[in-house]
């Protein structure tokens, strides 16, 4: 999950984390799985303290980088989301510790995939005495693995942010993401897609180019309404997009 900052520069939302590495070892789902489960514990115990405190306060706003990076930094067209997504079903795909839909207000259902959502959980619980997936319906596996029960359910949005490149079959995932989605849910996505030398131990190359990657999104059936800005001093070429399903 957390990248170095010579490769990666932007991390689990914008918190950064030191050290190149001199020859960096090739992505395998399993060495990825490994790579985010140590950060991502190391984050929990050292970096998490400001994002505890805003699930202890129930912060609904979301944190500035997301704010900056899916909503203009423009807390109307915020409101105009939330209203959207209003006792609608939200689902987090590769959410890491503290998803992004734990902060959702109460009335919108909240879902979440990621394979490593037990041990977030558990290592929350142990460390800061709180469980972001209190009121999150959890699905700890591969995203690559369809959910038949979510198969046209997902009204409100979709949010995958900085996972497509961490997980072994993208395009599986984006699909299925697809499918979940109903007529006018939102897509908020934002991945690396070109990886300098292809990537690391836990993150690789996700496509030839930004465009084809692009294209894919959009032949899937989703509308995009603006793109996420450009991060600065990336190594990485990236992609994201506010889009909403057709
Ligand atoms: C860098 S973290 C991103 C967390 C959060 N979305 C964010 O923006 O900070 C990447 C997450 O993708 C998850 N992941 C890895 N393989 C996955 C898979 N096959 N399906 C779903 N999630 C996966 C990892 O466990 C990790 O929690």
């Known amino acids: 999950m957390i990248g170095s900052v010579a490769r990666r520069g932007l991390s689990f939302l914008g918190l950064r984390r030191g050290g190149a590495r001199a020859t960096a070892p090739q992505w395998s789902h399993r060495s990825a799985q490994q790579y985010e489960a140590a950060h991502v514990l190391a984050w929990i115990g050292s970096d998490a303290g400001e994002h505890v405190e ?4 129930k912060v609904a706003t979301p944190h500035p980088l997301l704010l900056a990076q899916f909503f203009q930094n423009d807390h109307d067209v915020w409101r105009e989301f939330a209203e959207h997504i209003r006792g609608k079903t939200v689902l987090d795909v590769g959410c890491g510790p503290i998803p992004f839909v734990s902060f959702l207000p109460s009335e919108a259902l909240a879902i979440a995939i990621d394979p490593l959502i037990n041990t977030y959980d558990a290592e929350m619980r142990r460390v800061h005495g709180i469980s972001p997936f209190a009121n999150v319906r959890p699905y700890a596996q ?7 029960e979510l198969e046209g359910r997902v009204d409100g949005a979709i949010f995958c942010r900085n996972a497509l490149d961490h997980l072994e079959f993208p395009a599986i995932v984006l699909s299925n993401l697809a499918g979940y989605a109903a007529p006018g849910c939102r897509l908020l996505l934002w991945t690396d897609v070109v990886h ?12 030839n ?7 894919l999104v959009r032949n899937l059936g989703f509308d995009v309404e603006r793109l996420t800005p450009a991060a600065p001093n990336r190594s990485a070429l990236e992609w994201g997009c506010v889009a909403v399903k057709r």
């Open 196 to 207: 300098d030398k292809g990537g690391d131990a836990g993150h690789h190359s996700i496509a």
């Open 142 to 148: 591969p995203a690559e693995v369809f959910i038949p």
């Open 209 to 215: 180019d930004v465009a084809s990657f692009a294209r």
């Open 54 to 57: 805003r699930l202890r306060r």
